[in-house]
């Protein structure tokens, strides 16, 4: 067997990613060895069986080494306060983080749900909603149900979050057939069930992502404005304007632009319109959503593509210059969603940052993320749905790494 205290001690001292690329098999070849032996009910057993002789990417050689590591340790030495491996295989962290079953291919639930409950805001508001809301057969009671779940203090068996599918299908019908949803839309079906359930504590949720928007059209002839106003609850970020990463892109946000050949009510005439949106507040939660799907027309027929342009996004993000007089620009990331594949079917997981520190959750595995999810090539290419939450100034950062406990 081979010394994986030895490679970590290397991984932590040199270029893991080079260092261990010439020793995935190896390490994989280990852990399969480890599990057979100790968990032999692991999911991850016919998957390492498969892929032990293959190439592994920089991001599954730090989850195989995180696993190694941590059945080693457990091997060696009584169990860690800190870090345990459920009887399922999946790297957790006692932080209460468990893993979703993956239900008729519902990963983008997953995914979101992870986030979700990340969100201690959202739970906090959902506390306060009246008992109507734990109806487990409505979306707000699915959804304090699932946290409630995924708050065990015990490492449990990944979560099953039919509940949660069953409430969202039967409220969207019209879409919830559809082979593979978007991450997007189910964050906004989620989002929207709450603010329908009418109840203080549930639209208080929903609101943590309302984005007010006053929109005005300025007509060039008359000089008139028309001004309308609505909410959102994310952000697109276009990549047609090539921006370096989200920051560059926060400082030129805009929503401005022209619509020739409009119509004036007011002046009675075809005009050249401006039109021009602004976000009058900030919310507490903001979310960006990057588009990455591209269309053409090619010999008569409509093309979809993915733009698969790296995109990266800093932890702390000044958004000063997107609302005018914000009390609190700053925020911080806290979670994000990929998504692997094409524009038509794939695969999405998440990152999500609990007590400081980071885990990649793809629907049963949770690993622990001994870097920034960001520090990874294919995570800023399919990089598609980045959570952040306001900093309150008086809120003290947690450090994991100088505790005494590692939980807290």
């Not at 149900?145 to 990944?158: G, I, R, V, W």
């Not at 005005?216 to 008359?222: D, E, F, L, M, W």
């Not at 993915?306 to 700053?330: I, Q, V, Y």
Request: charged share 25%; aromatic share 8%.
């Amino acid at each position: 067997m081979i010394d994986i205290v030895g490679y970590l001690s290397a991984q932590f001292s040199q270029d893991h990613c080079e260092l261990l690329s010439a020793h995935s098999s190896t390490v994989a070849s280990t852990c399969l060895e480890l599990l057979r032996q100790h968990v032999p009910d692991s999911p991850l057993i016919p998957s390492l069986e498969t892929r032990a002789s293959g190439l592994f990417s920089h991001r599954e050689i730090d989850g195989l080494i995180e696993c190694a590591y941590l059945l080693h340790n457990r091997l060696l030495s009584p169990p860690s306060r800190s870090y345990v491996v459920t009887y399922s295989g999946a790297v957790c962290c006692n932080t209460t983080m468990r893993g979703l079953i993956h239900v008729d291919n519902r990963c983008a639930t997953n995914s979101v749900l992870q986030c979700l409950h990340a969100t201690d805001e959202l739970k906090a508001a959902l506390d306060g909603a009246r008992p109507d809301a734990d109806d487990q057969g409505s979306v707000p009671g699915a959804l304090k149900l699932a946290f409630l779940n995924m708050d065990s203090e015990e490492q449990a068996a990944p979560y099953d979050p039919k509940p949660l599918v069953e409430a969202l299908s039967k409220k969207y019908s019209d879409m919830w057939h559809e082979a593979q949803l978007d991450a997007g839309d189910v964050f906004r079906c989620v989002l929207n069930a709450l603010a329908d359930d009418k109840d203080p504590g549930c639209k208080d949720a929903a609101d943590l992502w309302a984005i007010p928007k006053r929109h005005t059209a300025a007509c060039s002839k008359c000089n008139s404005e028309d001004v309308s106003y609505d909410a959102g609850i994310n952000v697109n970020v276009y990549l047609s304007g090539k921006p370096k990463d989200l920051q560059d892109y926060v400082n030129g946000y805009s929503e401005s632009f022209s619509a020739s050949d409009a119509h004036c009510d007011k002046c009675k005439t075809l005009t050249t319109l401006t039109m021009t949106t602004d976000i009058t507040e900030l919310p507490k939660m903001l979310c960006f959503t990057v588009m990455r799907a591209r269309s053409r027309v090619e010999n008569g027929e409509w093309l979809i593509a993915k733009n698969t342009t790296a995109f990266d996004a800093p932890e702390e993000l000044d958004c000063s210059r997107m609302s005018a007089g914000a009390p609190l620009p700053k925020y911080e990331l806290y979670g994000l969603i990929t998504h692997t594949g094409s524009c038509l079917s794939g695969h999405y997981d998440a990152f999500v940052k609990k007590m400081s520190r980071w885990y990649h959750v793809d629907d049963e595995i949770v690993t622990l993320c001994p870097e920034s999810p960001l520090s990874y090539p294919d995570t800023r290419s399919n990089l598609y749905i980045l959570m952040y939450r306001q900093v309150d100034s008086s809120r003290e950062s947690l450090r994991v790494f100088g505790s005494s406990d590692p939980t807290r």
